[in-house]
Nanobody
Framework: QVQLVESGGGLVQAGGSLRLSCAAS????????MGWFRQAPGSERDFVAA????????YYADSVKGRFTISRDNAKNTVYLQMNSLKPEDTAVYYC?????????????????WGQGTQVTVSS
């Protein structure tokens, strides 16, 4: 079973940037489409961004489009989320996960093998 470990979270001022990483164990990382979700206290886990196995297709929530960029390096078994122009409403725990074959990239039910999450806090 593939294990996912997120890193790169932290405290940043509004307007700042962070880059999250999600490192995967195993040798078949390139077989998996990946996604990032986030969950604020008292809220559901919301879709942020997703990427296809090759990286050729990407998907974004409207709330982050133009500010966040998802990418992957299959040689390093890692998927990234570059977050720019951060806003206080981006504060949440961010999770990466593996998407099931052919499933809707924007739905949390399409994913399994979730990481433990990394906290992102944006101060105003």
């Amino acid at each position: 079973q593939v294990q996912l470990v997120e890193s790169g979270g932290g405290l940043v001022q509004a307007g700042g940037s962070l880059r999250l990483s999600c490192a995967a164990s195993g040798r078949t990382f390139s077989n998996y489409a990946m996604g990032w979700f986030r969950q604020a206290p008292g809220s559901e886990r919301d879709f942020v961004a997703a990427i296809s196995r090759s990286g050729g297709n990407t998907y974004y929530a409207d709330s982050v489009k133009g500010r966040f960029t998802i990418s992957r390096d299959n040689a390093k078994n890692t998927v990234y989320l570059q977050m720019n122009s951060l806003k206080p409403e981006d504060t949440a725990v961010y999770y990466c996960a593996i998407r099931q074959w052919g499933a809707d990239p924007t739905r949390s039910g399409s994913y399994n093998n979730w990481g433990q999450g990394t906290q992102v806090t944006v101060s105003s």
